[in-house]
């Protein structure tokens, strides 16, 4: 346990429940997956893809922290996980938040173009990822690190004049 929180820099035991909350929605993801893959399947078979899956996650996962350790600007590796974290509620939440949103502005596949209606959906979705992503990076303690990314990705969309 000492090499761990030594590898993540974690300096107080409440600061682990963010390595804990990351491997449980990996272990969550992995079994969803293999569920959906393998439909009515036996257990043990849908246990062991999981088991596979969760593996294969986990080694992506620690790519992906590698690489960003270096490009991200955090003061420890800990916090790492939480932003991957907020990025995975976030990126959720935005989904949860756009159906409704286009039913109450009265948008259906039903009454519009299926490619329209879907251009549509993305757009309200990243509308509102945006401000979830600040707010769920606020919830975190991350809003510093998630409003230097909003101001660059708005600014990659064009729209960095309305930052000023």
Known sequence: MDKFKKTWE????????FPLLGILGLLYSSYKLANALLKEDHLLLIFAVTIILFYIFLKFTL???KKLENRWVVDFKWELIRIFIVFAITGTSSLFVGRPIMKLIGITKENLNIAVYW???IIIGLIFYQII??????LF???KFFWEFEKKMLSRFGLKRFLN
């Not at 974690?10 to 429940?17: A, F, P, S, T, V």
């Not at 992503?133 to 606020?138: D, P, R, S, T, Y």
């Open 141 to 143: 303690g991350q809003f």
């Open 63 to 65: 790519f992906l922290f």
């Open 10 to 17: 974690i300096q107080q035991n409440w600061q682990l429940i």
């Open 133 to 138: 992503l600040l707010c769920i990076g606020w």
């Open 119 to 121: 251009i549509l959906y």
